[in-house]
């Protein structure tokens, strides 16, 4: 039973001020995705979804459905077995990591969204980035969101 709020936070990929590493940005050749930890899963969930889009200009750099409702971290640059990433707005299905213009600061709100129906598995295969967005919105029964930003320098 979870004994608090829906909640997602940061692990491996966050500096101590909670802003992404150079090492999980377009910055580093790598661009790993972060590592996450996930609590308080609501109950009678089935599945979870992530989601990470730019606050200002709203492009989505990351999305990823079938995520086991058992889950309670998401590892750096791993796939959870059973998850599956779905096309971006940069035109890939993998996560790419925070990317603002030289020096400049962009805010990244991670999106966790619970769902008590598992998701279609055609989700996401012939729609874009964002109205594969607006479906999870939608469907979803609780989300825990959490905002990092990240400078790119020149």
């Known amino acids: 039973m ?3 709020p829906f909640t997602l936070g940061r692990e491996q990929g966050f500096n101590l001020s909670g802003s992404f590493e150079s090492l999980m940005s377009c910055d580093s050749p790598h661009d790993y995705s972060p590592g996450l930890t996930i ?7 089935a599945e979870l979804a992530l ?9 989505i750099h990351w ?6 409702a058992a889950t309670r971290e998401l590892k750096a640059h791993h796939l959870t ?3 599956r990433e ?5 035109g890939e299905a993998t ?3 925070p990317c603002p213009p030289p020096n400049s600061t962009h805010q990244y709100l991670l999106t966790l969204y619970a769902f008590h129906d598992a998701l279609p598995k055609s989700l996401g295969d012939s729609s874009s980035p964002s109205r594969t967005l ?11 969101v959490l905002i990092a930003p990240y400078t790119r320098r020149s």
């Open 2 to 4: 979870p004994t608090g």
């Open 39 to 45: 609590a308080n899963v609501p109950v009678g969930t």
């Open 51 to 59: 989601s990470m889009v730019d606050v200002q200009d709203q492009k």
């Open 63 to 68: 999305l990823q459905v079938g995520i086991p």
């Open 81 to 83: 077995p059973g998850a």
């Open 86 to 90: 779905l096309l971006n707005d940069l």
């Open 95 to 97: 996560y790419d990591g």
């Open 134 to 144: 607006t479906e999870l919105r939608s469907r979803s029964d609780a989300t825990a």
